[in-house]
């Protein structure tokens, strides 16, 4: 829209030497507020308006029909020409601080201007914009942040009619001059010209403290006026290089993160990532709190005043959704990235692992080429937590990780497998050189010093991909494992490799073997009755506290079955349903320790009660530290209160580095305590307690484990035929019948075993 101020179809006038009374009459029939004033000859003398007249009447008592309109009228009036922009006339009635402004072409009074009428006029173009701007929405779809700067630089230039643009993203305290990402989109600027510090402009006044500072090769001209985003001319940079002005420029701030960057480019080249998309992944992930940058547009089309008013309010629009989306493209590519990574020693997560070895295990069928894979455990690690302390336990999984990042190949994959066990990949590795890098990293790791005259030592397990393999990724796990426990048994700080003997039984013809073996299972039935006393021991312990409230009576009862119920869905083998089941057991023997005031208090805790409560687990581990024949178990109990997404307590710890027991013994706890009349709640049915916990899922609770319960239900739910009505005792009585069928093969299988040992 070029023009705002057309040629009026009719002008409203009043002769000089009217009275104020007639031009009152004229005003009221015509419902205008202001009329022009000529003279005798037609000639335009002046203008009268409403406010004219109220202020003469109102200081006045003369007879309105006696004064005439010239006594009163204002004389020296401001006007401006016809075809003056809407933004113009805008300008000279808020400098002048006046409501109408005469329309004049060639001396001679064509129309008058009001403030309704630039009001409408304005209200049309910005709904205009708006509508125009809101379509930007739906071209940025992307959710990868480099996929989306380059849909930026592509669809924003067509708002404005741009020829070049030019997207450019810095850390936020501007300390180097690269900017962190950059999108070109027909620009020729170098990137050496891109500059982040600048003299301030306060763009808009709400962000202030947050908007980028451009700099004076970027701003280039002089701006119009502050708020504007609008320059005339391009820097002299840009302008040997072709560039036109006028020029846009408009601000960005985007959400950063507090991360390791080191972290997040290591987590892309596990990733497979070329060294370009490792940068651009790097690039958002900074240690300030935000990116702040711009997105600059040069050689804008129908410049004029008007077009440059709406421009900047085109770019205000522009800037809220651009800021949106690419502040989500950081945050789920955040995500994303953070989840291939181990919290604690910054090396690549299980998640990362099995991403990476189903890639490579595919790359080795198809090109017929080995690849090998070590798994690395931390030797004696139980003791150095029972001895020095869970810090020194962390400090020496860090240590051991910086050791064998040092040691490994660039393109080797390190990651975590388990607490203190790790993996590490070698792409076209052949076993025998994958031995060499092992023992290589072994000897490094004995120079650590874990305390005064101790030293760090680690056990190995190598195994190479077998050609033809359908099952590869896991079947090399599974040999390497083996491996490693070959090395434990042979007096740990050594590197085996997998060969076919570690997979054979032994001959039973072997007498001495035999022999062993009987002698072995009687040690063990030994061990397990005494295991069993003290369990046994341990469950009336845990039964006579909790038969004092009578809100919490049977809770661990209940836990254990639920635990096992969605354990036996997930088909986790018998010896470690075994280990859930005991946890789920003793998994509150640590509130011994806390005052049955609070346990029982039934108004909301206080922060220093919270924080007595939350040291249960801890007291737990405290109790059965020394029984190492419950290591699992205590591991399980320390952590049942961790949370999903790294919220919970004691120890902070996230995602996969929770034992799965802990993640199950965390649905299965909170849903007793959902379902079961509470000093501060009533019981909730089933399907309400589901609801409640699948809310929750991905934040406090692990996704697959809630999927799971809701799959445990459905089937207990189906073999009562209960639609509707299944009762938290159908999921109890279901477990207890599980229970008794196990416990009567258990007992025939004992009884077989006897027979045959004797």
Same mark, same amino acid.
């Given at each position: 829209?070029?023009?705002?101020?057309?040629?009026?179809?009719?002008?409203?006038?009043?002769?000089?030497?009217?009275?104020?009374?007639?031009?009152?009459?004229?005003?009221?029939?015509?419902?205008?507020? &202001?009329?022009?004033?000529?003279?005798?000859? @037609?000639?335009?003398?002046?203008?009268?308006?409403?406010?004219?007249?109220?202020?003469?009447?109102?200081?006045?008592?003369?007879?309105?029909?006696?004064?005439?309109?010239?006594?009163?009228?204002?004389?020296?009036?401001?006007?401006?020409?016809?075809?003056?922009?809407?933004?113009?006339?805008?300008?000279?009635?808020?400098?002048?601080?006046?409501?109408?402004?005469?329309?004049?072409?060639?001396?001679?009074?064509?129309?008058?201007?009001?403030?309704?009428?630039?009001?409408?006029?304005?209200?049309?173009?910005?709904?205009?914009?708006?509508?125009?701007?809101?379509?930007?929405?739906?071209?940025?779809?992307?959710?990868?942040?480099?996929?989306?700067?380059?849909?930026?630089?592509?669809?924003?230039?067509?708002?404005?009619?741009?020829?070049?643009?030019?997207?450019?993203?810095?850390?936020?305290?501007?300390?180097?001059?690269?900017?962190?990402?950059?999108?070109?989109?027909? &620009?020729?600027?170098?990137?050496?010209?891109?500059? &982040?510090?600048?003299?301030?402009?306060?763009?808009?006044?709400?962000?202030?403290?947050?908007?980028?500072?451009?700099?004076?090769?970027?701003?280039?001209?002089?701006?119009?006026? @502050?708020?504007?985003?609008?320059?005339?001319?391009?820097?002299?940079?840009?302008?040997?290089?072709?560039?036109?002005?006028?020029?846009?420029?408009?601000?960005?701030?985007?959400?950063?993160?507090?991360?390791?960057?080191?972290?997040?480019?290591?987590?892309?080249? *596990?990733?497979?990532?070329?060294?370009?998309?490792?940068?651009?992944?790097?690039?958002?992930?900074?240690?300030?709190?935000?990116?702040?940058?711009?997105?600059? *547009?040069?050689?804008?089309?129908?410049?004029?005043?008007?077009?440059?008013?709406?421009?900047?309010?085109?770019?205000?629009?522009?800037? @809220?959704?651009?800021?949106?989306?690419?502040?989500? !493209?950081?945050?789920? $590519?955040?995500?994303?990235?953070?989840?291939?990574?181990?919290?604690?020693?910054?090396?690549?997560?299980?998640?990362?692992?099995? =991403?990476?070895?189903?890639?490579?295990?595919?790359?080795?069928?198809?090109?017929?080429?080995?690849?090998?894979?070590?798994?690395?455990?931390?030797?004696?690690?139980?003791?150095?937590?029972?001895?020095?302390?869970?810090?020194?336990?962390? =400090?020496?999984?860090?240590?051991?990780?910086?050791?064998?990042?040092?040691?490994?190949?660039?393109? =080797?994959?390190?990651?975590?497998?388990?607490?203190?066990?790790?993996?590490?990949?070698?792409?076209?590795?052949?076993?025998?050189?994958?031995?060499?890098?092992?023992?290589?990293?072994?000897?490094?790791?004995?120079?650590?010093?874990?305390?005064?005259?101790?030293?760090?030592?680690?056990?190995?397990?190598?195994?190479?991909?077998?050609?033809?393999?359908?099952?590869?990724?896991?079947?090399?796990?599974?040999?390497?494992?083996?491996?490693?426990?070959?090395?434990?048994?042979?007096?740990?700080?050594?590197?085996?490799?997998?060969?076919?003997? *570690?997979?054979?039984?032994?001959?039973?013809?072997?007498?001495?073997?035999?022999?062993?073996?009987?002698?072995?299972?009687?040690?063990?039935?030994?061990?397990?009755? !005494?295991?069993?006393?003290?369990?046994?021991?341990?469950?009336?312990?845990?039964?006579?506290?909790?038969?004092?409230?009578?809100?919490?009576?049977?809770?661990?009862?209940?836990?254990?079955?639920?635990?096992?119920?969605?354990?036996?869905?997930?088909?986790?083998?018998?010896?470690?349903?075994?280990?859930?089941?005991?946890?789920? *057991?003793?998994?509150?023997?640590?509130?011994?320790?806390?005052?049955?005031?609070?346990?029982?208090?039934?108004?909301?805790?206080?922060?220093?009660?919270?924080?007595?409560?939350?040291?249960?687990?801890?007291?737990?581990?405290?109790?059965?530290?020394?029984?190492?024949?419950?290591?699992?178990?205590?591991?399980?109990?320390?952590?049942?209160?961790?949370?999903?997404?790294?919220?919970?307590?004691?120890?902070?710890?996230?995602?996969?580095?929770?034992?799965?027991?802990?993640?199950?013994?965390?649905?299965?706890?909170?849903?007793?305590?959902?379902?079961?009349?509470?000093?501060?709640?009533?019981?909730?049915?089933?399907?309400?307690?589901?609801?409640?916990?699948?809310?929750?899922?991905?934040?406090?609770?692990?996704?697959?484990?809630?999927?799971?319960?809701?799959?445990?239900?459905?089937?207990?739910?189906?073999?009562?035929?209960?639609?509707?009505?299944?009762?938290?005792?159908?999921?109890?009585?279901?477990?207890?019948?599980?229970? $008794?069928?196990?416990?009567?093969?258990?007992?025939?299988?004992?009884?077989?075993?006897?027979?045959?040992?004797?």
């Amino acid at each position: 829209m070029k023009e705002t101020i057309a040629r009026p179809t009719k002008v409203i006038t009043i002769r000089k030497s009217d009275s104020i009374k007639a031009a009152a009459e004229k005003m009221r029939n015509a419902r205008i507020g &202001c009329l022009i004033v000529i003279d005798e000859n @037609e000639k335009f003398v002046g203008l009268l308006t409403e406010r004219d007249i109220a202020n003469n009447v109102a200081v006045s008592s003369d007879d309105i029909e006696r004064i005439a309109v010239g006594n009163i009228m204002t004389a020296r009036v401001v006007s401006c020409p016809l075809g003056t922009p809407a933004g113009k006339a805008r300008e000279i009635m808020t400098a002048n601080k006046i409501r109408h402004l005469p329309i004049v072409e060639n001396e001679e009074v064509v129309g008058i201007l009001s403030v309704r009428d630039l009001m409408q006029q304005q209200l049309l173009e910005d709904r205009a914009a708006a509508k125009e701007v809101a379509m930007l929405s739906k071209c940025l779809k992307s959710i990868e942040l480099n996929e989306a700067a380059d849909i930026v630089t592509k669809e924003v230039p067509k708002l404005f009619q741009a020829e070049k643009c030019v997207l450019c993203l810095f850390k936020n305290d501007c300390d180097t001059e690269k900017a962190e990402l950059i999108s070109y989109n027909n &620009c020729l600027c170098p990137e050496g010209s891109l500059k &982040c510090q600048v003299p301030e402009v306060d763009i808009l006044p709400a962000l202030r403290d947050a908007q980028t500072k451009l700099a004076g090769e970027i701003t280039g001209g002089d701006l119009h006026d @502050e708020g504007q985003f609008t320059y005339d001319a391009v820097p002299d940079v840009c302008h040997q290089l072709g560039a036109q002005g006028p020029r846009l420029v408009i601000p960005l701030t985007i959400a950063g993160f507090k991360t390791d960057r080191k972290n997040i480019t290591k987590a892309s080249i *596990m990733l497979g990532k070329t060294e370009e998309e490792t940068s651009v992944n790097t690039k958002y992930s900074v240690k300030n709190n935000v990116l702040s940058g711009y997105l600059c *547009m040069c050689g804008l089309k129908n410049w004029n005043a008007v077009s440059r008013e709406l421009t900047g309010y085109k770019a205000k629009l522009t800037r @809220e959704i651009l800021t949106s989306h690419l502040t989500n !493209a950081s945050l789920y $590519q955040h995500a994303r990235l953070t989840s291939l990574t181990d919290a604690l020693t910054g090396v690549g997560s299980r998640k990362l692992l099995e =991403d990476r070895l189903q890639t490579e295990a595919a790359l080795a069928k198809r090109y017929k080429r080995p690849f090998s894979v070590s798994i690395i455990d931390l030797d004696n690690f139980k003791t150095i937590n029972d001895i020095l302390g869970h810090a020194a336990g962390d =400090d020496s999984l860090r240590k051991l990780t910086e050791c064998m990042k040092s040691q490994k190949r660039e393109p =080797d994959i390190l990651a975590r497998y388990g607490g203190d066990e790790f993996v590490i990949l070698m792409p076209e590795t052949k076993a025998d050189e994958a031995v060499k890098l092992l023992e290589r990293v072994r000897a490094e790791v004995q120079k650590i010093a874990v305390a005064e005259n101790i030293s760090m030592t680690i056990s190995c397990g190598v195994a190479q991909s077998l050609p033809g393999n359908k099952d590869a990724s896991s079947e090399i796990i599974r040999r390497a494992d083996l491996a490693l426990y070959e090395a434990k048994n042979t007096g740990r700080n050594c590197v085996k490799l997998w060969d076919k003997t *570690m997979s054979k039984a032994l001959s039973k013809g072997d007498i001495e073997v035999e022999k062993i073996k009987k002698l072995k299972r009687r040690i063990a039935g030994l061990s397990e009755q !005494a295991e069993k006393m003290f369990i046994q021991s341990i469950w009336g312990l845990v039964q006579a506290l909790e038969a004092k409230d009578k809100y919490s009576k049977k809770h661990s009862e209940n836990v254990m079955h639920y635990s096992v119920g969605i354990a036996r869905t997930m088909d986790i083998p018998p010896k470690q349903l075994e280990v859930i089941r005991r946890a789920a *057991m003793i998994h509150d023997i640590g509130k011994i320790g806390v005052p049955d005031a609070i346990l029982s208090k039934t108004n909301r805790l206080t922060l220093r009660e919270r924080s007595i409560i939350e040291q249960h687990p801890l007291i737990a581990v405290r109790i059965l530290e020394k029984m190492n024949f419950l290591e699992q178990e205590v591991a399980i109990v320390r952590c049942h209160h961790e949370k999903w997404n790294g919220q919970g307590y004691p120890d902070g710890l996230s995602h996969g580095s929770i034992p799965l027991g802990a993640r199950i013994l965390a649905v299965a706890d909170s849903f007793d305590a959902l379902t079961s009349d509470r000093a501060y709640h009533n019981s909730l049915s089933i399907d309400k307690a589901v609801k409640i916990i699948a809310d929750s899922s991905g934040y406090d609770f692990d996704p697959d484990v809630v999927k799971v319960l809701v799959l445990w239900i459905e089937k207990v739910r189906s073999h009562f035929n209960k639609a509707e009505k299944l009762t938290p005792e159908d999921l109890l009585n279901s477990q207890k019948q599980l229970d $008794q069928t196990a416990t009567a093969d258990t007992v025939a299988d004992l009884v077989v075993e006897s027979v045959m040992a004797s």
